[in-house]
């Protein structure tokens, strides 16, 4: 019986939640992925009639996750058999801790390290090869099944770059520790070694369902492929995502084709696709497809989808009149077109772009608040215990969040217990009670968290600088924070470090939304402001397919707009060799109306 209501999704959304098989779907954008996401695993879960198996869901981020968790039990459907979370949670958690033991660099125990951890490493291993100019941002990297890549595309560089790499897993596996990277890594090589764990997870999984599929990494398909193989047919995949949307492909991400994943599997899989778009209007639609790498149809289905908005082009704005520029488009929006801020977002290709800017636009627009993933002053660390923790402390307790503060506080103690903390006598109730009774009234957002952190403890009779791991999470926690706030406060963002700021990393967007274009996929808005579309940034100097990186960089800024798009291209914005950045090629090529703003 479905767990649908008539009207609900349209024939191809229904279509894909009731395919038997295992699926592969191609979502346009706005075309309701995440919702046909979530009633596939509702109706995957009401199905079940095994205590024994699990259904599993790979999200490219925890946030993602929480959403779609969310909505499967708003449709009144138990998630006891549900596992969701990242590849990286869903590797440690199903393969590294069980079969540690079978990998020489696991089995006499491991802990992760964090973005910052591994950037103080990496920086000092740097040092001896400081006149080539060898720094830390050249050492970007990843795994495939066979090979480690190199993000660095400087070719006198690129041997240096190894050698510290090498180095540096050497001095990780000396101190038992591996990165975000080597979790793939070392997952990957417990299961080719050992075909057994492929076999036993492919028959706890009916079904893996794969969000994003155009972001994952080729080893990732090669774990998911290897318990599908294992499965014999028996275990369905349903993967998701779009492939004009493969914007993370420096860090690995590639939009792999049906046929290859077929072969990886060794299964049949259908392919299907979703083509209405009801987030964006006609005229819209009609811009962003212009700039598609993977030819396919987008069809506009809002409400809204005869609204002609207005899109615009300016690459003769110079670069000292861009934030006046920008003003007058936000209050334009806002004041004459009657957009909600919330609805309003700024987007440029790399945060050093909006540090300085957003600390104009808060002193420009004093009357609007500014949200932004860009805007944290942590690090999202999900394997931080600390991190976890501050979940519950900056989020209110209230109705609306109750179910979200409730699954936090179990995946908390959760935490506890594993480190050996007996906390057999709270319930994960009784932690938010205590969470919320406690006051601290100091602004500075770090010392906030560190006097509640301490408060909280103190009741709970817990000395947790006795307790390693937690001790070791808490000096990672407030260094990364510490060096994250000074240096964005040395970009001009000086309000980082207040509290308030700290509470909006968990909130819904309120305010007119500042973010890289990285940081904004699968968000939508009424207007979008996108500035800093030179050559060189979008696309970036580093990628190697600069024309297609373009393409979807221009696809996914394009896309995320309902009604209203503005694209700038500034002039005097110079690069290294104080040469002048040119507007991105692709952009200024594009032959369009475009309107003229007064």
């Not at 009670?433 to 009779?461: K, P, Q």
Request: some cysteine; charged content about 20%.
């Amino acid at each position: 019986m479905p767990v649908w209501k008539k009207g609900d999704l349209n024939p191809s959304q229904e279509d894909a939640i009731n395919e038997p098989g295992s699926v592969f779907l191609i979502a346009c954008p706005g075309s309701g992925k995440t919702r046909t996401l979530t009633y596939k695993l509702a109706t995957l879960l009401s199905s079940m009639d095994s205590e024994k198996q699990w259904i599993v869901a790979i999200t490219y981020t925890h946030r993602a996750a929480d959403e779609i968790h969310e909505r499967i039990l708003a449709l009144g459907v138990d998630t006891a058999r549900l596992w969701i979370g990242t590849i990286h949670s869903f590797c440690l958690e199903w393969i590294l801790k069980p079969y540690a033991i079978y990998h020489k660099a696991l089995r006499h125990g491991f802990r992760i390290i964090n973005s910052h951890t591994s950037e103080e490493l990496l920086t000092e291993l740097c040092k001896p090869y400081k006149n080539s100019k060898v720094t830390f941002w050249d050492c970007g990297h990843y795994y495939t099944s066979t090979d480690l890549m190199l993000s660095c595309q400087t070719s006198h560089k690129r041997p240096l770059v190894s050698a510290i790499l090498e180095q540096y897993t050497a001095t990780l596996g000396e101190r038992r520790q591996i990165d975000f990277e080597l979790i793939l890594r070392y997952a990957y090589e417990l299961i080719a070694a050992n075909p057994s764990i492929s076999v036993l997870l492919g028959s706890l999984f009916p079904s893996i369902l794969v969000d994003e599929y155009q972001d994952t990494k080729e080893i990732q398909y090669a774990i998911i492929a290897s318990i599908l193989r294992a499965g014999k047919g028996k275990t369905t995949t349903f993967i998701v995502g779009d492939p004009n949307q493969a914007i993370y492909g420096s860090l690995g991400g590639c939009a792999i084709a049906i046929e290859e994943f077929r072969t990886m599997a060794g299964i049949e899989i259908k392919e299907l696709d979703l083509s209405w778009n009801y987030r964006s209007s006609t005229r819209i639609v009609d811009y962003f497809s212009r700039f598609g790498v993977s030819q396919s149809e987008v069809v506009a289905k809002a409400k809204h989808k005869d609204d002609a908005g207005i899109i615009s082009f300016d690459d003769s704005t110079v670069r000292t009149a861009l934030e006046d520029q920008l003003v007058c488009l936000i209050r334009h929006s806002i004041e004459n077109l009657g957009v909600l801020p919330q609805e309003v977002c700024v987007l440029a290709p790399q945060w050093m772009h909006l540090a300085s800017m957003t600390r104009k636009l808060v002193t420009s627009l004093p009357e609007y608040r500014f949200d932004g993933p860009g805007m944290v002053p942590f690090s999202r660390d999900i394997d931080n215990f600390w991190y976890k923790l501050s979940r519950i402390v900056l989020t209110e307790a209230s109705p609306r969040m109750y179910v979200r503060r409730l699954r936090w506080a179990g995946e908390t103690l959760a935490v506890l217990d594993e480190a050996g903390v007996n906390m057999a006598g709270l319930s994960n109730k009784a932690l938010l009670r205590h969470c919320n009774s406690i006051a601290v009234t100091t602004s500075d957002g770090l010392a906030y968290l560190a006097e509640f952190f301490e408060t909280l403890f103190a009741r709970l009779g817990v000395d947790f600088t006795g307790v390693p791991v937690l001790h070791e999470h808490h000096k990672t926690f407030f260094e990364s924070a510490q060096a994250r706030i000074s240096r964005l406060q040395a970009e001009g963002a000086t309000f980082i470090g207040d509290v308030a700021t700290f509470k909006k990393v968990f909130e819904n967007r309120t305010g007119i939304t500042v973010s890289t274009i990285h940081g904004v996929k699968g968000a939508e808005y009424d207007t979008v402001i996108a500035y800093a579309l030179l050559e060189g940034m979008v696309p970036h100097f580093s990628d190697s397919d600069g024309e297609d990186s373009a393409r979807r960089l221009l696809y996914v800024i394009s896309s995320r707009a309902r009604k209203h798009l503005h694209l700038i291209s500034e002039r005097g914005r110079m690069n290294p060799k104080k040469q002048e950045y040119a507007p991105t090629t692709i952009l200024s090529e594009c032959c369009f109306s475009y309107d003229e703003l007064a």
